[in-house]
Structures are given as structure tokens and as C-alpha cells.
């Protein structure tokens, strides 16, 4: 049993091959890759049975099914699923696969399903993007008309009870009347949550031809706009006759309850659909300058508010609102800022001992899976729900890092990073080859990784401010 356990492990970690002589940095990584692993909870039986939410006894027909349970999938698109759509894609399919069966079982797709019961401990229903992030990442062993009839549902559906718990969202009717949640009527955020997943359901629709769900949920992925106080440039509450929260103040007005586990200056940046989108209607000085003051005010504090109060302060690595905040500067045309502060949060708030490890909540990998993206250099703004997604580039902390594709899902075998000269001092990307060709753009489709390849990265300790701006990101429609 020993045995078995040591070769199941060393099998999934060995999947990322990272070099360096610091063993410091290779406890750090490999740590943060376990809590990534170990981040679920198996709820069938070894003969394939299991306890719906409705306690009758399920039986899986597929031998590699299993019944999986979790607290919530909130955010897990800025971490959890980036990390297993790369590296464990058969334990995505598996997620996907089990969310399937509690749709059949029961009727409804789980934001929350420990236990397998319908748990609303967290808002808006993200196992939504978990589903369409695989799919579009090539992960596609399960029933894909049958994983959309279930998104549109959860999207189209008032939320009701379900053997004793929740699902759906529960602010879903007022959000379709008004085309956002009024303060007056909801928890306000869910305005931004919902519009992503919506966006996201577009993205599944266009890949599977359906053209007027596309249509459809693609207008009802702009509705973040409604959000979005033009006069302020924050996600400002607004009533259901229209009108704007008076005396607003964007780290006070509804945090941590009209806007979920934050406030108005955090939420407002969650529009991962559209950030250029939110940039032109913000101001993009006012959108750039405004994330600069927050990352050095918070930089003081670790990136993690005394006592974890994460709606007191602008950026908090030790919660979930804030985990994409790095990598916002790539999309408006600074990629250097992302990778100088994504390096900070990796040296300041991620430690290498017991004493200093990292502070605020864990949540069942999400903290240690963007501490692993980030190491490796990779991060996706918008969870690869995209018809064709794409990577950005951060500031790998590796000088060569080898990534197992193992020929899974129709991949590639290998996929290597080389950082040439990478160290806590040169965290600045200076030049970049993708696959042997010179790489401007501080993006490539993740398409060329799955396929293996090189990307090939030289660094340097000052920024290279005329690298990776030729094209930005681009927004999918």
C-alpha cells in the first residue's frame, strides 16, 4: 500500500519536471502541486456506486468514473482549472463526467457539491466555466449536447430546492428582468458572476454551432456593463429603478455582502470576458493606475489584509477576487507589470516553511494551483473558456521546466519552458521563441502547447518595455 502511494504520487508529480539548484524553490513547488492534487474528495464506492442528493444509490457504468465532491467551484477558473486542464486532463474529464451524473440523477449541475448534495455555500454557478474549460482545452471524453442542455439550464432556470439544499442562482430571475442583480433585490457582484458564465456558455455555443444560444448568451455576456458606473469607474450598486448607491466609496458601500468576499474596487475588475472591454470604459489610465496603487499599497501587507480582511484592502492574494490582477496588465499593453507583480506575490505572500507558507484561506488548492501557474510562467484571465484559447505569460521562477503531456487527449508529448538567466533579480522577459520563432506578443494559442513544443524565454533584471505589446490579447466574441 506504502508503495502504491508513492508511486501514484511521484507518477502526478513527475508530470512537471521543474530545474534549479535551490531546494528551497523545488519544496515550495512541489508542495503547492500536492495541495493542487488533493484539492477533492472521492464519494463512490470501489465498485462504482454512490449516494445521489437524494440518497438513492447511483451506479456508474464507466469503470474510470468516479463521484466527485468539493466545497465550491468559486473562481476555480483563475487557478484549480487552469492547473488540471494542463496537467491531470483525465481528473477535468473526470469532474465533468461526475457533474453529469448528478445532472442526471438529480436534474442540475452542483456549484457546491460536497457530499454530492446541491450546497450553496458560494455564489453564481461556476462548475459552469470547469465544464466549458475542458472542452475547449480538448477534453472532450463525455456527452458535450448533453453538458450544454445542462449549462443553459443553470443559466435559464430559477434556482428551487433539491433534497434539502440549493440549485442554481438564486438571484437569476431578478438578473434576467433587470439585465444586472439591483442592490435592492440581490447581492449586486452577482451582476459580474453572471455575465462570465454567461460569456462562457456563449463560447460552448459557437463551438458546438448553435447559433442563436451563441447569440444569445453573447449579449447577456456584456451585461457587466450594467455594472460599471461610467462617473466613477467602479462597479457602483445601482437599485432596480436605476439609480446609483449614493455616497459611494468603493472599499466601504455593500463590502463583503452586496459585493461577495470583497468590495466595489476589487469586483470591479472582474469582467475576465472583456478586459480590454472594461479598460475603454473605465479609462485605460485610470484602469492601469488604479491596479499599480493597489499592488503597492497591498505589497506592504504581504497581499493579504490583517486578520484577512479581504474587503479592506485593493489586491489580496489570499482570496479569490483578486487572483487574475497580475495578469490584467497584459491585456492593456504593460506586460511588464504582470511579470513584476506576479513575481512580488510569489516572493512576498508565497513562504517555504511552516511559520510563512501563505496566509489567508487555501480553499482546496486555489492558492498553491496559481502559485504553480505563475511558477511556470502560464496563466489564462478568462479560465480557457474561449472557442480557442489562449496562455499568457508571466515570469517563470524556473530556469527549464518540462511539462508530461503524455500524448493525453490527443496532446503532444512534452511541452518545455526555458527561462535562460530567471532569478529573484531578473523576473523581466527580454526575448521569446515559441516552437523556434520569434514570440512579440505576451500570448501564444494554447493549442501550440498542447501540441508540445518550446517556448523558449531569455530574462533579464530591468524591464523590456517594447516586448510583447506587437498584438495583445485578443477578446472573443
Known amino acids: 500500500m506504502r508503495k502504491h502511494q508513492r508511486d501514484v504520487w511521484n507518477d502526478l508529480l513527475a508530470r512537471v519536471k521543474v530545474t534549479s539548484n535551490d531546494r528551497r524553490e523545488k519544496v515550495r513547488f512541489y508542495t503547492n502541486m500536492y495541495r493542487s492534487l488533493a484539492s477533492r474528495n472521492i464519494f463512490s464506492d470501489v465498485d462504482g456506486k454512490w449516494r445521489d442528493a437524494d440518497e438513492r444509490i447511483q451506479q456508474f457504468g464507466n469503470a474510470d468514473d468516479v463521484a466527485l465532491g468539493c466545497d465550491a467551484f468559486w473562481n476555480t477558473f483563475w487557478n484549480l482549472n487552469q492547473f488540471w486542464n494542463l496537467v491531470t486532463p483525465e481528473w477535468s474529464n473526470r469532474w465533468v463526467r461526475s457533474q453529469l451524473a448528478m445532472y442526471d440523477a438529480n436534474g442540475w449541475l452542483a456549484k457546491g457539491p460536497a457530499g454530492m448534495e446541491y450546497i450553496p455555500v458560494m455564489v453564481a454557478e461556476h462548475e459552469i466555466p470547469l465544464i466549458i474549460g475542458a472542452y475547449q482545452m480538448g477534453i472532450r471524453d463525455f456527452d458535450a449536447q448533453k453538458a450544454f442542455e445542462a449549462v443553459y439550464k443553470m443559466q435559464t432556470t430559477p434556482a428551487e430546492r433539491v433534497a434539502g439544499g440549493l440549485a442554481g442562482n438564486r438571484d437569476l430571475v431578478t438578473y434576467l428582468k433587470h439585465q444586472y442583480v439591483p442592490y435592492d433585490k440581490g447581492r449586486f457582484s452577482n451582476s459580474l458572476e453572471y455575465s462570465y458564465d454567461d460569456w462562457t456558455v456563449s463560447q460552448f455555443a459557437k463551438s458546438l454551432g448553435k447559433q442563436a444560444e451563441y447569440r444569445q448568451f453573447k449579449e447577456r455576456g456584456q451585461w457587466w456593463r450594467n455594472a460599471i458606473d461610467p462617473a466613477t469607474?467602479?462597479?457602483?450598486?445601482?437599485?432596480?429603478?436605476?439609480?446609483?448607491?449614493?455616497?459611494?466609496?468603493?472599499?466601504?458601500?455593500?463590502?463583503?455582502?452586496?459585493?461577495?468576499?470583497?468590495?466595489?474596487?476589487?469586483?470591479?475588475?472582474?469582467?475576465?470576458?472583456?478586459?480590454?472591454?472594461?479598460?475603454?470604459?473605465?479609462?485605460?489610465?485610470?484602469?492601469?493606475?488604479?491596479?499599480?496603487?493597489?499592488?503597492?499599497?497591498?505589497?506592504?501587507?504581504?497581499?493579504?489584509?490583517?486578520?484577512?480582511?479581504?474587503?479592506?484592502?485593493?489586491?489580496?492574494?489570499?482570496?479569490?477576487?483578486?487572483?487574475?490582477?497580475?495578469?490584467?496588465?497584459?491585456?492593456?499593453?504593460?506586460?511588464?507589470?504582470?511579470?513584476?507583480?506576479?513575481?512580488?506575490?510569489?516572493?512576498?505572500?508565497?513562504?517555504?516553511?511552516?511559520?510563512?507558507?501563505?496566509?489567508?484561506?487555501?480553499?482546496?488548492?486555489?492558492?498553491?494551483?496559481?502559485?504553480?501557474?505563475?511558477?511556470?510562467?502560464?496563466?489564462?484571465?478568462?479560465?480557457?473558456?474561449?472557442?480557442?484559447?489562449?496562455?499568457?505569460?508571466?515570469?517563470?521562477?524556473?530556469?527549464?521546466?518540462?511539462?508530461?503531456?503524455?500524448?493525453?487527449?490527443?496532446?503532444?508529448?512534452?511541452?518545455?519552458?526555458?527561462?535562460?538567466?530567471?532569478?529573484?533579480?531578473?523576473?523581466?522577459?527580454?526575448?521569446?521563441?515559441?516552437?523556434?520563432?520569434?514570440?512579440?506578443?505576451?500570448?501564444?494559442?494554447?493549442?501550440?502547447?498542447?501540441?508540445?513544443?518550446?517556448?523558449?524565454?531569455?530574462?533579464?533584471?530591468?524591464?523590456?518595455?517594447?516586448?510583447?505589446?506587437?498584438?495583445?490579447?485578443?477578446?472573443?466574441?
Open 233 to 477: 469607474g467602479y462597479a457602483r450598486m445601482k437599485d432596480a429603478a436605476g439609480n446609483w448607491f449614493p455616497d459611494f466609496d468603493p472599499f466601504k458601500s455593500g463590502a463583503n455582502e452586496h459585493y461577495v468576499e470583497g468590495n466595489a474596487w476589487q469586483l470591479t475588475y472582474f469582467v475576465p470576458q472583456d478586459i480590454p472591454g472594461l479598460a475603454r470604459l473605465i479609462g485605460r489610465d485610470t484602469f492601469v493606475n488604479r491596479l499599480q496603487w493597489g499592488f503597492e499599497e497591498s505589497y506592504k501587507w504581504r497581499f493579504n489584509g490583517p486578520n484577512d480582511q479581504y474587503w479592506d484592502y485593493p489586491v489580496v492574494q489570499g482570496n479569490q477576487q483578486s487572483m487574475h490582477f497580475a495578469y490584467l496588465f497584459n491585456w492593456v499593453g504593460k506586460p511588464w507589470l504582470t511579470q513584476h507583480w506576479s513575481r512580488a506575490i510569489m516572493d512576498r505572500y508565497y513562504g517555504y516553511g511552516v511559520s510563512n507558507a501563505y496566509l489567508g484561506d487555501e480553499d482546496q488548492g486555489q492558492m498553491s494551483a496559481w502559485f504553480v501557474m505563475s511558477a511556470l510562467g502560464l496563466f489564462q484571465v478568462d479560465g480557457g473558456a474561449r472557442e480557442n484559447p489562449i496562455y499568457e505569460i508571466g515570469s517563470p521562477i524556473f530556469e527549464r521546466v518540462d511539462i508530461d503531456l503524455g500524448n493525453r487527449f490527443g496532446r503532444g508529448k512534452t511541452f518545455t519552458i526555458t527561462a535562460t538567466n530567471a532569478s529573484r533579480e531578473n523576473r523581466y522577459v527580454q526575448q521569446a521563441r515559441l516552437n523556434g520563432k520569434p514570440l512579440e506578443n505576451c500570448w501564444f494559442p494554447a493549442s501550440e502547447l498542447l501540441k508540445g513544443g518550446k517556448l523558449e524565454l531569455v530574462m533579464g533584471p530591468e524591464p523590456k518595455t517594447d516586448w510583447g505589446t506587437a498584438v495583445l490579447p485578443p477578446v472573443s466574441d
